[in-house]
Nanobody, 115 residues
């Protein structure tokens, strides 16, 4: 079992930056991928990006060049650095982790981009 706890959401102006954190606990040594999703009101949940155990990260077209996924040396915490934020980035952001085909979710953190 893996538990994920996100933090760092909040209100930011357009063009601003925000960094989200996701702390994993439990059987983290079996995690092979961690990533971020988001869900805007009335919309389906969509992938933002994912980092593999190798450290390689892939991003959705809508955020590539603006968002960066990183992790700490213990590989138990992943971060989502968000720059040049736009109003359309407003959503609840969820952390996700995979152990093979088993996917775990965090509780989500709200990000609101508004002036």
């Amino acid at each position: 079992q893996v538990q994920l706890v996100e933090s760092g959401g909040g209100l930011v102006q357009p063009g601003g930056s925000l960094r989200l954190s996701c702390a994993a606990s439990g059987t983290i040594f079996r995690i092979d991928r961690m990533g971020w999703y988001r869900q805007a009101p009335g919309m389906e949940r969509e992938s933002v990006g994912m980092m593999r155990s190798s450290g390689r990260a892939d991003y959705a077209d809508s955020v590539r060049g603006r968002f960066t996924i990183s992790r700490d040396s213990s590989k138990s915490t992943v971060f989502l650095e968000m720059n040049s934020l736009k109003s359309e980035d407003t959503a609840v952001y969820y952390c996700a982790a995979w152990q093979g085909n088993i996917q775990y979710w965090g509780q989500g953190t709200q990000v609101t981009v508004s002036s």
